[in-house]
């Protein structure tokens, strides 16, 4: 090759445009934002008086989606489950999937703003508020599942541990007892934590929000939040202990969860492997939904000099690291059915990907693994826009799907074959998980609408003129 | 109930509950407190007796304006006196005005009182039915303790002795009569069935004419006075179902004798055209008969087969001990499971038996038989010469049995060879008498019936419990030849395909509430005892002929008693009452005394041409004939073999589905002498190819809410000429049926795609089940010998290990109740099911749930299909809840509504239950049923009567599953309890166990090591299903162990011996 072919390294050029001069840091949001930008740009997307059309476009769609959900409930609290699909010996069906799909996509949201800020990952600013409003909403629309998944639901009550006169206890042997208090822990948990987060920033709300209402509410919500360096170090040791607290629970909530199937004697569900597993995949999947939402979102809103390409590079080496494992999972699930010997498990796992239902596994298969796994090794499809937002959607499919093969395909063909069934989901099935997305999209509008989406005090300090360094400090003092 | 707390029963209440039955029932219910009011009753009764059409009228009026609540109370219901004078009692003013001739006043008047008290009753929130306590309680009702009648099911092709479990006056179980020498407590599905029919809410109510309410009087009035015109009964025609009452039949011949020329024809769809449409002459007694032999005889599942309790039980006490093993042989058409419970089974065409019979008889030295010339295979030939070679060497210890619907020459080879074997006094018993006291031959009957209807002569036909619209031969044209009668009434528990054409429709008394008698299968005469008066006020046989003889009032009860007569011996006041306490007359058993040396008289049909395609036509294992399509625990049922739920269809071979280019569930249209009729199609493994078996007794146009629709009507194609098996030709047409099939089918899961486990001609779930998930496990008697342990040995077959716990094991000090189902002797007859409904108030949950697989049965009959699918063997494993000790659904239920028991029950606490269904995908048994919808009748006022009053009716949203009848423990404890003992062995008896025809199935107390169960669970061939969970299942199996003949034991089934 002779050398007049020689050209310097793209990369070097590429490495130094994302390395910030002020700091020497790599860049985090896009250069020339000032502490008056990014107040400007994230508050005026709530207090303008206009708002865009899409919105109203978008919002309808969602309540009307939302709506149908109300339909569908009511129409189950007055018939019965027997509306949808389960039945022996699939009897659990979508109601239990979807309720794993949307925690397990809740965990991203925790994971970015309890254990980044605990590795002190300063890109997290960028996504953290929308990710954890992701989480609440996704865990709204996952807690509603127990309570309507059960038979008589005006009875759902009976799974807490209170007093009654009836004298009667929970069975606190039944992973679904260990679900109520990890969920509604995780509930409670990640609303304080997004509260607390979001005071300083209704601080500035109130302050430039021109309306009375507007500034009567914002002014309630922010606590009297003056900014003095008495309320900073108290919200700086809230949040650390907060996310202290959130940080097991990112871990331990899917884990619980996976306890559902893993302490149930099935095959495909009796397995050590699923903690972990289970963890990986929620994180994975709550990744790609925080790419689903902040690619349009940032198109939207012109955000894109706050949520830059290397937020959504970081996610997809986020979302590599955690496919990972879950490719893991599987593999050793199918390692585990051989090398154990077991006639149930080399049976299930045949049955899983050979079985009338195998076509799930596949598309299982190919949506978390040979696709995502494959590309995105790419930084060039990691910044690829369009791209991280397909795989976003691919991957969202396919830990759907995963939560169907796990539930449906180990259950369908189990010890006894006189038993063996089938599952083919109903109208209603559809509705219902339709409905959530609808009810989760509507949410989310009205929280992009009326709440701060970006963290302004956090981008704020990140700014280089916010950042004192020890040394510049020395400096100074000199 | 066990046979000695029966009897204890039975001791203290028997006789005076004998004759309190006579009155309580003939007279209404003594116990009200205004029939014990002498005053009231004087004062009243001529008003009610000597008007009674007024008194009829204003009931209407009453009905009308009471509006839905059609009934309140037993009393109400039975519109008795006794209650027409509490109610007067009670409103004394209204009562004059509705005892009068109802005017417009006082119509207003009354109408204007209950739209008043209507609006009264909305403002308040106390339940609207009126409770009647009992001011004078009757003297042998104590409540909550059930009393027990005996009486009888007639049937058709003999009666089945019954033990009727009655709480307050009201039948809520039956069983079979453990005290009879013929089915020694057991019953079948039908028996069991027959008292949902007994409720069913669209039995009709009323006496019609041309759809006008009438009353019996009337009817009976008209029907008099035609015969006394007519002088000597010309013009007048029965048309009766298969008459087998000795009561019915000495009136019968008491109308003949005063009229002559009046015709009866006997007819059911059934029987009519078999060798048995003149009762049943020869008995088979399996118990010395070391070799069977079954040509085309379904004796193993179903009570359609004449002796079918008493030949089960024979069969399967040889089944018990593998050292008295028989050995039975099958040559059948339809795979049933009597052949696929067989050592060696031949699948023959339905028109190939006679032929292969021929041969049969040919082989074991039968003089003068001809066989028709067919090319046998080498296969069939090596089959016959194998099966001659045992029948001679086990001569005088073998039996054949002929297939009832078959050409009736079967019938006479099978006695011709039973005869030169010398089995004939032995195992097979001839006696001159027949269970029908009035044979006739019912095709010729009613093809003359339909000759005389067309040719005008008919001016009265009475149709007594048949439904010919329906049923009659195709060819006989029958409904259109019915519009040429007069005058046509009509006697049925429903208004049927007949009743909604006939003139008159008279409702019929269910056999709960009236009073009959009829043969058993041995020739015992059984009384039929009622337990309840008529619901709607329903008439028999009995009462029709009985109009036309002297006493025209006389009720049947009269009847019978008059018949018993002659049978019973002694004092007959003392005798009828022994015979109402024990349910039979002693002493009418029929004699063997009938020769066996007929002369071979009908000729040996030859085989129909092999390419021909041949429709068998057969009753429903189910629903039998149709006069059960609208009980929906018979409708649900799944049936033997193919466990197919609420429909029929074409059954035919794997090989001939796809030489017709058909899938599974499609829909054919088959054609016999250019009659059409459209049905689904299903594979049956083991069925002969180019044959297709329809079954009847479906496509009901008037059956009722449940029954009506289900199906198609295979009477369509049927003929008079080939009433059990015809030429005909299939075809596909557009479209999918929708059939119900209760379990998966082996047909979504063959084939040899990559990866496939099993080979392809295999079912794969029975490779699964017998290989090495070790849920079947059998051996050959040879394999027994050499290692009885096969059952427990082998890695994947472990027995339970006490140790590997988490928690520490709970020790039974008192009972442990445990379970032994004896896989030998069970052959799928489904009684079981049936009872297990009757007992539990289990929901029917229709059609639509069953095929997405709700069905709600507490117990299942599984079914593997074992080696090549064309000549399989099946395994019939009854499943329920196996009550593990170490049970996966209590662990995981998260309010705690699963438990156990300290007597090792897995208890079920419905109210608890929220619904979360994890106990059920934690069930590796998969046997427990859940509540998807609201499947319980909660409306329906006639079903609340049927309930089992100990078991609570489940509702939506809640788990339910097998309870080991917890009630019937409960009970026994109890008893026990007062007499400070433990509960005897034998004491508690489930509903499974009771109905079993088999005694598959026994139930005890496990710690006590003498008690019948611990001995069975204790076997070295007792194994536990899925041990390797370490569920530790309360329920055991005892391993099969087969009897197969050397000579043929590589055909029709390879046996793969058990893995270890």
């Known amino acids: ?478 | 109930m066990s046979g000695q707390k029966m009897k204890e029963n039975k001791n203290t209440t028997g006789a005076e509950a004998a004759a309190g039955a006579e009155a309580a029932v003939l007279k209404g219910h003594d116990f009200s407190r205004a029939a014990n009011d002498p005053k009231s009753m004087g004062a009243l009764a001529p008003a009610g007796s000597s008007s009674p059409m007024t008194l009829a009228a204003v009931r209407e009026e009453l009905k009308a304006v009471k509006g839905k609540k059609y009934w309140r109370s037993i009393d109400e219901l039975a519109n008795t006196e006794e209650f027409q004078a509490a109610v007067e009692k009670e409103f004394p003013s209204a009562a004059q005005e509705w005892v009068d001739p109802v005017t417009r006043r006082g119509f207003m008047k009354l109408m204007g009182a209950s739209m008043a008290l209507a609006g009264l009753a909305g403002c308040t929130k106390q339940p609207d039915e009126p409770i009647y306590p009992y001011v004078k309680a009757p003297e042998d009702l104590i409540l909550g303790k059930p009393m027990y009648f005996a009486t009888a099911h007639p049937f058709t092709t003999g009666a089945v002795p019954l033990l009727a479990k009655s709480d307050q006056f009201r039948p809520i179980k039956i069983d079979g009569n453990p005290e009879h020498p013929y089915n020694q407590g057991s019953s079948d599905p039908f028996t069991q069935g027959t008292l949902l029919d007994l409720y069913d809410p669209d039995r009709s109510k009323h006496v019609t004419f041309r759809g006008e309410d009438r009353e019996w009087a009337e009817f009976a009035q008209e029907l008099r006075l035609k015969a006394a015109a007519s002088k000597d009964g010309t013009g007048t025609y029965f048309l009766s179902s298969t008459i087998t009452s000795p009561t019915l039949a000495r009136q019968w011949k008491a109308v003949q004798a005063a009229y002559p020329k009046a015709t009866l024809v006997q007819y059911d769809p059934a029987v009519a055209g078999t060798a048995l449409e003149g009762g049943v002459s020869t008995q088979y007694s399996l118990a010395d008969a070391d070799v069977i032999v079954s040509l085309d005889a379904d004796f193993l599942s179903g009570a359609g087969f004449p002796g079918f309790h008493a030949l089960v039980r024979e069969y399967a006490d040889r089944r018990k001990n593998p050292e008295k093993l028989n050995r039975l042989y099958s040559i059948e058409s339809t795979p049933t499971t009597t052949g696929l419970k067989a050592e060696h089974r031949l699948g023959l065409r339905a028109s190939e038996i006679p032929a292969f019979a021929a041969e049969l008889a040919k082989a074991v030295g039968v003089a003068g038989v001809v066989a028709p010339a067919y090319a046998w295979t080498d296969e069939q030939k090596k089959f016959l010469a194998a099966l001659a070679k045992d029948l001679k060497a086990h001569a005088g210890k073998s039996v054949i049995i002929p297939g009832i619907y078959q050409d009736p020459s079967v019938a006479e080879l099978a006695l011709a060879i039973n005869a030169a074997l010398g089995n004939v006094g032995k195992t097979a018993l001839v006696s001159g008498e027949t269970t029908s006291p009035v044979p006739s031959d019912q095709l010729a009957g009613i093809k003359s019936l339909v000759a005389d209807l067309n040719a005008g002569k008919v001016d009265w036909l009475v149709i007594l419990n048949a439904n010919p619209t329906y049923s009659a031969p195709a060819d006989l044209e029958f409904a259109a030849a019915f519009e040429k009668a007069k005058t046509v009434a009509h006697l049925g528990s429903h208004v049927d395909e007949t009743g909604q054409i006939a003139h008159w429709h008279i409702p019929s008394a269910h056999f709960l509430e009236s009073w009959s008698d009829a043969r058993a299968y041995d020739g015992t005469v059984s009384i039929v005892q009622p337990l309840i008066d008529p619901l709607y006020g329903g008439k028999t046989a009995h009462d029709v002929f009985q109009t036309l003889l002297n006493e025209p009032g006389l009720s049947a009860y009269e009847a019978v008693r008059e018949t018993a007569k002659s049978t019973i011996k002694g004092d007959f006041e003392t005798g009828w009452r022994k015979v109402l306490h024990a349910g039979w007359i002693d002493g009418t058993a029929f004699a063997a005394t009938g020769s066996a040396a007929k002369a071979l008289s009908a000729k040996v049909p030859a085989p129909a041409p092999k390419d021909a395609l041949e429709i068998i036509f057969r009753p429903d294992p189910t629903i039998y004939d149709g006069r059960w399509a609208n009980v929906g625990w018979l409708q649900e049922l799944p049936k033997p073999v193919t466990n197919l739920s609420w429909d029929n269809a074409a059954l035919v071979s794997g090989a001939t589905l796809t030489k017709l280019g058909l899938e599974e569930d499609d829909i054919v249209e088959l054609t016999v002498q250019g009659r059409k009729v459209n049905a689904p199609v299903i594979v049956v493994p083991g069925h002969p190819d180019n044959s297709v078996t329809v079954h009847l007794g479906y496509g009901r146009e008037f059956a009722g809410r449940v029954g009506s629709g289900a199906g198609f009507n295979a009477f369509l194609i049927r003929t008079a000429a080939s009433p059990f098996y015809a030429t005909g030709s299939i075809k596909k047409i557009e479209g999918k049926w929708g059939v119900a099939v209760t379990k998966s089918h082996f047909q979504d899961h063959r084939g040899a795609r990559f990866g496939q486990q099993g080979t392809g001609n295999n079912s794969l779930e029975a490779d699964e089940a017998i290989n090495e998930r070790g849920i079947i496990r059998y051996a050959t008697l040879d394999e027994y010998k050499k290692n009885p342990g096969f059952a427990n040995e082998g890695e994947n077959h472990p027995s339970t290990d006490k140790s590997v716990t988490l928690f520490p094991n709970w020790e039974y000090n008192e009972n442990a109740w445990g379970m032994s189902i004896d896989m030998n002797s069970c052959t799928g007859c489904n009684a079981c099911i049936v009872s297990c409904y009757a007992e539990n108030n289990i929901a029917v949950v229709g059609k639509q749930q069953v095929r997405i697989g709700r069905n709600m049965q507490w117990l299942r009959i599984d079914t593997y299909f074992e080696g090549d699918l064309a000549a399989p063997r099946a395994h019939f494993q009854p499943m329920a809840c196996q009550h593990c000790e170490n049970a996966p659904c209590e662990q995981v239920c998260p309010v705690g509504a699963t438990v156990h028991t300290p007597e090792g029950l897995n208890a079920m606490i419905y109210n608890r239950c929220v619904g979360t269904r994890y106990c059920s995908n934690n069930c590796p048994y998969k046997v427990r049923r859940y509540n998807f919808l609201l499947y319980s009748d909660f409306e329906t006022e006639s079903l609340k009567l049927m309930r089992n009053p100990d078991v609570s009716v489940r509702s939506r949203g809640v788990m339910e599953k097998c309870s080991y009848c917890v009630q019937r423990i409960s009970a026994a404890k109890i008893d026990a309890d007062k007499e400070n003992r433990p509960v005897r062995d034998g004491e508690v008896v489930t509903a499974c166990q009771q109905a079993c025809p088999a005694s598959a199935i026994s139930f005890g107390n496990l710690n006590d090591k003498q008690s019948h169960v611990a001995k069975l669970q204790s076997d070295e061939r007792s194994y536990q299903v899925l041990a390797d969970q370490n569920t530790r299942p309360r329920t055991k199996y005892v391993a099969a162990v087969l009897n197969p003949n050397s000579e043929l034991q590589d055909t029709p089934v390879e046996h793969s011996p058990v893995k270890g």
């Open chain 1, 1 to 478: 090759m002779p050398t007049s072919d020689l050209k310097p390294n793209p990369d070097e050029t590429e490495l130094a445009r994302r390395i910030d001069p002020a700091t020497g840091e790599f860049r985090v949001i896009a250069p020339g934002q000032t502490f008056r930008s990014v107040t400007e740009k994230i508050a005026r997307i709530v207090l303008t008086p206009e708002t865009p059309l899409g919105w109203f476009a978008l919002f309808g769609v969602g309540g009307a989606v939302a709506t149908m959900l109300l339909v569908a409930l009511t129409w189950l609290f007055l018939k019965g489950v027997g509306i949808w699909a389960i039945t022996q010996p699939v009897a659990w069906g979508f109601a239990i999937i979807n309720f794993v799909w949307w925690i397990g996509i809740g965990h991203a949201g925790t994971l970015i703003s309890a254990i980044l800020l605990l590795f002190k990952q300063g890109w997290r600013n960028s996504i953290n508020r929308f990710a954890e409003a992701m989480t609440i909403f996704a865990v709204v629309c996952a807690g509603m599942f127990p309570l309507i998944h059960v038979g008589r639901p005006w009875l759902a009550y009976w799974m807490l541990p209170l007093p009654f006169t009836m004298n009667v206890w929970p069975q606190f042997r039944s992973p679904l007892m260990w679900d109520v208090f990890a969920v509604s822990t995780y509930a409670t948990i990640s609303v304080v934590f997004w509260y607390i987060g979001m005071v300083p920033d209704f601080g500035t709300m109130r302050d430039r929000a021109h309306s009375k209402a507007a500034q009567y509410i914002y002014g309630l919500v922010s606590l009297g939040w003056r900014g003095s360096v008495r309320h900073w170090m108290r919200y700086e040791t809230a949040s650390l202990l907060l996310a202290g607290l959130a940080t097991p629970l990112v871990l331990s909530v899917h884990t619980v969860i996976s306890f559902d199937f893993a302490v149930a004697v099935l095959p495909g569900w009796h397995t050590t492997i699923f903690p972990p597993y289970f963890v990986a995949g929620a994180i994975y999947s709550g990744f790609a939904m925080v790419l689903t939402l902040a690619i349009p979102l940032r198109k939207f809103y012109h955000l894109e000099g706050l949520v830059t390409e290397r937020h959504i590079d970081n996610m997809g080496k986020v979302m590599l690291a955690t496919g990972l494992i879950v490719a893991y999972g599987y593999g050793m699930e199918v390692f585990m059915a051989w090398y154990s010997a077991s006639h149930w498990e080399a049976f299930m796992m045949w049955n899983r990907m050979f079985g009338p239902m195998g076509w799930s596994y596949w598309v299982l298969i190919f949506c978390n693994i040979a696709f995502p796994l494959t590309t995105l090794w790419s930084r060039r499809l990691r910044t690829n826009i369009a791209f991280m937002f397909l795989i976003s959607l691919i991957v969202n499919t396919g830990m759907w799907f995963e939560r169907f093969v796990i539930v449906v395909t180990s259950l369908y063909r189990d010890f006894l074959p006189s038993s063996w069934g089938t599952y083919r989901a109903t109208k209603w099935d559809y509705m219902v998980y339709a409905g959530t997305i609808g009810l989760f999209t509507a949410l989310f509008l009205l929280f992009v609408r009326f709440l701060p989406m970006i963290p302004m005090s956090e981008i704020r300090m990140m700014l280089p003129g916010a950042k004192i360094t020890p040394k510049k400090a020395a400096e100074a003092a000199d």
